[in-house]
């Protein structure tokens, strides 16, 4: 099972160095392996995020993760994870929101010079692209100084596609029209 490094850690991870400061750190798994996180964390306590809701409910077994759900909070005494589950088809991964907004596997796991894998910067910031928080705007910023025009092209037209009115649609046509 791989686990594959998300949030703004993965920009960080592109980057080569901290940027920010970052309050948890995202884990991101495949779905398939929902059940191997289930059995070696069985003595933790373990919840899955209700979308749209605001609440959690807890997880008796991996049949409570079917889709929509994918935010698996885990805890213990004080310790907390989060494990984002994300969904493959056809050596693709299939963006949550918008399942016809997919990215071959090979492009949207990166691994850094030490090993670590983590999710490609142009999908990560597809995914903070919905609320354009100040630490989103941040991420946008640096991660912008070390995209490909391919990846901003990805990124522009996922954005025109899923958040016509991100105000990064207008930066990214800037940049990819030069």
Not at 39 to 49: G, K, N, R, T
Not at 105 to 111: E, M, P, V, Y
Request: proline share 4%; with cysteine.
């Amino acid at each position: 099972m791989a686990l594959i490094i998300g949030g703004g850690w993965s920009i960080d991870l592109e980057v080569g160095r901290v940027t920010r400061k970052h309050e948890d750190m995202d884990i991101c798994i495949f779905r398939e392996h929902a059940e191997e996180v289930l059995a070696y964390f069985s003595d933790w306590q373990i919840e899955v995020a209700i979308p749209k809701e605001n609440r959690l409910e807890p997880v008796r077994s991996a049949d409570d993760l079917c889709p929509p759900r994918y935010g698996l909070h885990l805890t213990k005494n004080e310790e907390f994870i989060e494990v984002l589950l994300t969904d493959k088809q056809d050596g693709e991964i299939v963006f949550r929101r918008d399942p016809d907004i997919r990215m071959a596997i090979q492009d949207a796991i990166r691994t850094d010079r030490s090993g670590r894998k983590y999710i490609a910067p142009e999908l990560q910031l597809l995914y903070k692209a919905k609320e354009e928080r100040d630490k989103d705007q941040h991420d946008f910023s640096v991660a912008m100084l070390r995209l490909s025009d391919q990846q901003k092209e990805w990124l522009l037209k996922a954005l025109t596609k899923h958040h016509p009115t991100s105000s990064w649609i207008s930066n990214l046509n800037n940049q990819t029209l030069k």
